[in-house]
């Protein structure tokens, strides 16, 4: 079946490098990757997204990359402060316009 | 405007008992879905009702779980016989479908 896998599922980062996070999707079918921030204790929300049409979206200092081809998009964090510190999920749509998520990536920032 | 809203915000249920937990998603999105998480995991799917179609249940794990969705606003999802594995925080979302989902805060359930 679909699946969405996810890695690394920790990353430390010094605070003020970057941080990459990458997830592979195997339906070809797909158009549609979300990224979610879910800090301790709080429901994940979104913080960017990207459709097929698109090979690159920034958003300040997140951007996003996809690779059809490859079937693979990443999350690319600049400049990470402390208020990165989170975990954060990937997800792929399908067939019936659901999300399949990856396991989620702990990022810590160390000050 | 008002987001999800999620009710109770804590459950703590006997083993055995039937618990019932509440989401009012946000005024016109036609997509709900209901997720696991236990501590320190993932988001493990469960169920997905989208306009009036029939919902999409393959995510939930046995059947004691059962969820309703009534006049295309509220649902409730049902967990009969709890047992201790069904400890974890409940999360509504709703949204459109292929754009964002916004999550509730969640019902955190506790069976002792």
């Known amino acids: 079946g679909e699946n969405v896998e996810q890695h690394p599922s920790t990353l430390s980062v010094q605070e003020g490098d970057s941080a990459v996070i990458k997830c592979t999707y195997s339906d070809s079918a797909s158009n549609y990757f979300p990224w979610y921030k879910q800090e301790l204790g709080k429901r994940p929300q979104l913080i960017i997204d990207?459709?097929?049409n698109v090979g690159e979206k920034k958003d300040q200092r997140i951007a996003v990359t996809l690779n059809k081809t490859a079937k693979h998009f990443s999350l690319h964090i600049t400049e990470t402060q402390p208020e990165d510190s989170a975990v954060y999920f990937c997800a792929a749509d399908y067939s019936n316009y659901q999300l399949i998520w990856g396991a989620g990536t702990k990022l810590i920032i160390k000050p | 405007g008002a987001g999800v809203s999620q009710s109770p915000s804590n459950k703590v249920t006997e083993k055995g008992k039937d618990v019932e937990l509440r989401c009012d998603p946000i005024s016109g999105h036609t997509a709900l879905y209901w997720y696991r998480q236990s501590l320190g995991q993932g988001l493990e799917f469960l169920i997905y009702?989208?306009?009036?179609?029939?919902?999409?249940k393959s995510g939930l794990p046995s059947d004691r779980f059962s969820a309703e969705r009534t006049g295309g606003s509220v649902s409730t999802l049902t967990i009969q016989r709890t047992q201790q594995e069904d400890s974890a925080v409940y999360l509504c979302a709703s949204g459109q479908p292929t754009y964002e989902q916004y999550f509730g805060p969640g019902t955190r359930l506790t069976v002792t």
């Open positions: 990207i459709r097929s």
């Open positions: 009702f989208q306009g009036n179609s029939a919902p999409d």
